[in-house]
């Protein structure tokens, strides 16, 4: 007996959508779509944050038979977010306004009273443009680390660079948002 689609892990759902099993396909997406799509609005404007998570899963559909299982599927997945997000760059995107009242985590906490609300509110927003205003290789390092919760590893496949460059990316990332954060 098939374990259920849910239960298996992601190269098998690849294996098995190359096989046909659109339900395999469904399954990778609802794990990886609010993901992909936080990782894109993170950095666009919602419009092109929602056209290139849409052009990700084309590419995924695309290239199915060209990926290769080696429990790499994550990493695989936002190599192509990854490259989305250059090629948008490219094309003129480079510095275009980034709303910071956009909810991306869905994670709004219900007991707090109006005050914590719109305390946490203003803090989310301005961490949001903190984020935004970094440069693209350390804010596109930090969200594959703290969105997606890629490795190391992972992010320095992903982005093209060495394992101690991430880690230089990561620490001048998180020591700009400490000193913008310690000057409020």
Do not use: N
């Amino acid at each position: 007996m098939r374990e259920p689609v849910a239960a298996v892990d992601d190269d098998l759902l690849m294996a098995r959508y190359r096989a046909g099993d659109l339900a395999a396909f469904e399954c990778l997406y609802q794990r990886y779509r609010g993901l992909v799509y936080r990782f894109f609005l993170r950095q666009l404007p919602q419009a092109d944050a929602e056209e290139c998570h849409q052009e990700v899963w084309l590419k995924v559909i695309e290239g199915a038979d060209g990926f290769r299982a080696q429990g790499q599927f994550r990493a695989w997945l936002f190599t192509i977010a990854h490259h989305t997000l250059t090629d948008r760059h490219r094309r003129g995107m480079r510095h275009a306004a980034i709303d910071p009242d956009v909810e991306t985590d869905g994670l709004a906490d219900p007991a707090p009273g109006p005050e914590a609300d719109t305390e946490q509110a203003l803090t989310a927003a301005r961490l949001h443009r903190l984020v935004a205003a970094l440069p693209l290789a350390q804010r596109e390092a930090l969200l594959l680390k703290e969105s997606a919760g890629l490795s190391l590893a992972e992010i320095a496949a992903v982005t093209g660079a060495t394992e101690e460059g991430v880690k230089s990316r990561l620490r001048y990332a998180m020591q700009k948002l400490r000193d913008a954060l310690g000057r409020s």
